[in-house]
């Protein structure tokens, strides 16, 4: 969604409760199943699919990625009993990594369509996309694709991005307006490295143990973090941003604090999230 002047002033009596809702479905989702975070190189890849198809913009590759990261949840949980070095789990992980380009595709299109963005996407769109990076899906496949993961996600698909989430909260707290495009570049580096920032934070916050890579931290938490390191970075903290951060949320201020500490040390590393594109899509629209 194109999250305007006048697009954040009419939602603003709504926003926050919509955002609560979706931070406590991620809570339930996380309780039925734990959810295992993509890692850093599966995270470039999504990005870079999404620079691809010119559709790296308002969240939709961090979206992109929860939405995988749900499908491949409930996926793991169905075929649990397959487990323990049987045929028939090397099977299934077998044809789940031959179908990975169409899984990472399929969530990036169903992203997009929740997104702002100008570039549209579609089956035929698709289609090419993925055959110049040498994947060959037909038309159905990819249909029918889309139809699974939206069926296996229970039809629910987050109605606000991350990028969407912090201009929200940035615009609450008062942020210029022609400071707002900062807050998307803060939010989507955030999310660029979540797996790294989640582990630090759990480290740094002494949360209970968890399995490996699992994710405890909720999208809204972390994007409160990313949205309070960017007014300390422009030295717009003095309102106590993080504060109010921490109360709109409803997440202890500590626990924000530890993201955004953690968000301002990764920026100054080397860690930086694909290039995106430049030029205009080649292929048949």
Known sequence: MDLSTSTLSHFMPYWLDGLLEECDNEAKDHMVYPIKLLQRESRAAVWNLCSHFCVDQCGVPA???????????????????????????HTFKMKLTEKMPLLIATCIQLAAKMGSVKAKLNANIIRVGLLCKGANYSIRNINDTEFEVYRTLEYRIPFWTSVDAGLFLAFELGMPIDKLHKVATMVDFAEFLRDCIEKK???????????????????LHLVAGAVSAIFRFLHLDELGCTGRLAKLTRAPF????????????????????????????????
């Open 254 to 285: 500590s626990y924000i604090k530890c993201i955004s500490d953690i968000i301002c040390a990764e920026i100054v590393t080397d860690n930086k999230p694909p290039i995106k594109r430049t030029h205009k899509r080649k292929y048949p629209q």
């Open 201 to 219: 934070v759990q480290l740094v916050a002494n949360l209970s143990p968890t399995s490996r890579n699992t994710s405890n931290m909720r999208t």
């Open 63 to 89: 979206l992109a990625c929860r939405l995988l990261e749900r499908y491949l949840s409930v996926l793991h949980r169905h075929h649990i009993l397959l487990r323990n070095g049987s045929e028939e789990w």
